[in-house]
T-cell receptor, first 111, second 115 residues
Framework: GNSVTQMEGPVTLSEEAFLTINCTYT??????LFWYVQYPGEGLQLLLKATKADDKGSNKGFEATYRKETTSFHLEKGSVQVSDSAVYFCALTGRGDKIIFGKGTRLHILP | SAVISQKPSRDICQRGTSLTIQCQVDSQVTMMFWYRQQPGQSLTLIATANQGSEATYESGFVIDKFPISRPNLTFSTLTVSNMSPEDSSIYLC????????????FGPGTRLTVL
């Protein structure tokens, strides 16, 4: 079945550092891929998405590229801020299938 | 995108009692879901709330413990029955955009603590 594997946290970085959170997936067909973010004490918000191979999703300075050849959807940001501290979830959904979440990666940004 | 509200936002309950969580959406949606997020964990799907019929439960979740109502296309409730400390979690309602990409939108969650 479909599955998502993302790097375990917590990830701790200094402000303005470069961020990568790895995400790989297993799926049949051509799933849509998502990154969700959960800020402390809040629910999940969709951060970005990509729906076909080579698509790049971007939002709030974050980017992720749908790589079918490596079945990956790594999240990147060039210069993180303290306000980016949150838990990030990689997810996928196939047409007609339930959404599948990774286990989440907690990110701490130090001032 | 759909705007989803949940009530209550948090509660502290005694063992053996029940709590009903409400989820309200600002537009009519076909698919509504209830998730549980245990401390430090990812989301686990409890059930799909079906309008006009019984909810569809995932493995490990039963109707007697988590009864769900879905009286219309904008509203659903989840009850956590006969609570124990192991039920302490965040409970999230979500809806699906049944467009091409099956994107899901989430409510802010209900943080439940059972003593």
């Amino acid at each position: 079945g479909n599955s998502v594997t993302q790097m375990e946290g917590p990830v701790t970085l200094s402000e303005e550092a470069f961020l990568t959170i790895n995400c790989t997936y297993t799926a049949t067909g051509y799933p849509s891929l998502f990154w969700y973010v959960q800020y402390p004490g809040e629910g999940l918000q969709l951060l970005l998405k990509a729906t076909k191979a080579d698509d790049k999703g971007s939002n709030k300075g974050f980017e992720a590229t749908y790589r079918k050849e490596t079945t990956s959807f790594h999240l990147e940001k060039g210069s993180v801020q303290v306000s980016d501290s949150a838990v990030y979830f990689c997810a996928l959904t196939g047409r007609g299938d339930k959404i599948i979440f990774g286990k989440g990666t907690r990110l701490h940004i130090l001032p | 995108s759909a705007v989803i509200s949940q009530k209550p936002s948090r509660d502290i309950c005694q063992r053996g009692t029940s709590l009903t969580i409400q989820c309200q959406v600002d537009s009519q949606v076909t698919m509504m879901f209830w998730y549980r997020q245990q401390p430090g964990q990812s989301l686990t799907l409890i059930a799909t709330a079906n309008q006009g019929s019984e909810a569809t439960y995932e493995s490990g979740f039963v109707i007697d413990k988590f009864p769900i109502s879905r009286p219309n296309l904008t509203f659903s409730t989840l009850t956590v029955s006969n609570m124990s400390p192991e039920d302490s979690s965040i409970y999230l309602c979500s809806v699906e955009d049944r467009g091409e990409y099956n994107e899901q939108f989430f409510g802010p969650g209900t943080r439940l603590t059972v003593l």
